[in-house]
């Protein structure tokens, strides 16, 4: 039966809590899954978050806080507050990657106590995921991986993956990854192709060689566009001796990709790394305020700029009206740009190395648009100051702003790429204010080196 939920229940579970009517909380709580759990604590402070989490099941609660993991400030927040014996109950209630997550964002005494109480093989692979960058492949992946040797029969096969799902508990999987006596990645057996194979087939002869891994330190950006490009569900992990060490499940994928999205959208917007369930002003601040001061400084520069003519603009004061369209143009060209190629990065489309490709394309384009545009301003200009030269050195201006608005907006997404410096940083509040500083320069040059005001009409 399909189940609707209410999304204003964290009002009910409120004056629950207030009104200590626990039983009929409890009750409540055992009706809803982790997510609409996570999304009730989202709405409420810490005391009422603890109380929540005390009313769970114990194997309920692993599986909220892995929900709550996108909200890493009142995840944070919370474990802050949970005792050792609390948090190693919980990091053995989740998949090895979900634990080495949490773990990574305790202080050092929480970390040492959790490791020490847990027992010695889970230990020895939370220690391990532990040591990889947390936005890595290996620190994405889970250990626990069904693997079996090219030599095997297929009824051999079987045989190891049934014993192995006995040992580790039952795990859903699709493919069986096949391995040589080094334990190199050499091919995949789907689950189909074993159930039908006659039982005494070599897995050396049922296999596909083609198989596509990721290197264990590769960025987790990288991983999920692979993923994309060969329609993966489960990414497997090798080591630099190309030893099978891990794999990387659909939902960990989504959650990069998601997280990936967010954090270009951060870039873009200048509100940095800050989350939506941010409870702290001075945190909000802290990610917003880097990129007002950017701009700050961007229009201090662009002051000066008008400042050196300021004597010009005093003479011929018209020129001042078309500064902000020449601003405001040639930061739409940018941003236009720069979005483009920030996509083409990351769905793999475009390459470092097609810089020079993508300069001359962008060029052709701000050029081609440039005109038309110019044109329009040319009417515009002549409108307002009955003044053709003028009107022609305007619409010039705009279209050399253009054409170099189109180039910054391209090639600095590549350069910071090249830098391994996430190219979405490139949109937004930095191609904009570079683009109105320069773009302002070019056009004061440009019309200030023009005699138009002697030929008024």
Request: proline letters at 3%; aromatic letters at 6%.
């Amino acid at each position: 039966m399909t189940k609707t939920r209410d999304p204003q229940y964290h009002r009910l579970v409120k004056k629950l809590i207030n009104t200590e009517r626990t039983q009929v909380l409890k009750s409540l709580l055992d009706t809803l899954s982790p997510n609409e759990v996570t999304s009730i604590l989202l709405h409420l402070n810490l005391k009422q978050q603890l109380a929540i989490l005390e009313l769970l099941d114990q194997e309920q609660v692993p599986l909220v806080l892995k929900e709550l993991q996108d909200s890493s400030t009142v995840l944070e927040e919370i474990v802050g507050q949970f005792s050792a014996e609390q948090l190693t109950d919980i990091v053995e209630g989740m998949k090895q990657d979900d634990a080495a997550d949490l773990v990574s964002i305790l202080d050092e005494s929480q970390v040492d106590a959790v490791l020490e109480n847990l027992p010695a093989k889970s230990r020895e692979e939370l220690t391990t995921l532990l040591q990889y960058d947390e936005e890595s492949a290996g620190g994405l992946m889970t250990p626990h991986i069904v693997s079996i040797v090219k030599d095997e029969t297929v009824s051999e096969a079987i045989q190891e993956i049934q014993s192995y799902i006995m040992r580790q508990g039952f795990q859903m999987f699709y493919t069986a990854y096949v391995v040589d006596e080094y334990r190199h990645l050499i091919g995949t057996v789907t689950v189909t192709e074993l159930l039908l194979a006659d039982r005494q087939t070599k897995i050396a002869d049922l296999m596909n060689p083609d198989v596509v891994a990721v290197d264990e330190d590769l960025d987790q950006e990288e991983v999920a566009r692979i993923a994309k490009e060969y329609d993966l569900v489960v990414v497997p992990v090798i080591d630099k001796h190309l030893k099978l060490i891990g794999r990387i499940t659909i939902d960990d994928l989504v959650n990069v990709m998601e997280e990936e999205h967010y954090e270009d959208i951060g870039h873009i917007t200048g509100t940095g790394t800050e989350e939506v369930t941010e409870p702290s002003v001075l945190r909000a601040s802290r990610d917003r305020l880097p990129w007002l001061v950017l701009g700050l400084l961007g229009g201090f520069l662009t002051a000066i700029v008008m400042n050196s003519y300021e004597s010009a603009i005093l003479q011929i004061p018209e020129v001042a009206y078309f500064i902000p369209l020449i601003a405001a143009i040639g930061g739409s060209i940018g941003i236009q740009s720069s979005s483009i190629v920030v996509r083409g990065l990351a769905t793999g489309a475009i390459q470092t190395t097609d810089l020079l490709v993508r300069l001359w394309k962008e060029l052709r384009v701000g050029f081609l648009n440039g005109v038309v545009c110019a044109a329009l301003l040319v009417l515009m200009t002549f409108y307002l100051t009955e003044n053709l030269q003028m009107a022609i050195t305007t619409g010039l201006a705009l279209v050399v702003v253009v054409c170099f608005a189109a180039m910054v907006g391209c090639s600095v997404p590549i350069l910071l790429k090249r830098l391994n410096i996430d190219p979405a940083l490139a949109v937004g509040p930095f191609i904009t204010t570079t683009n109105d500083i320069v773009g302002i320069a070019i056009y004061l040059a440009i019309t200030f080196n023009a005699p138009f005001q002697t030929l008024s009409v």
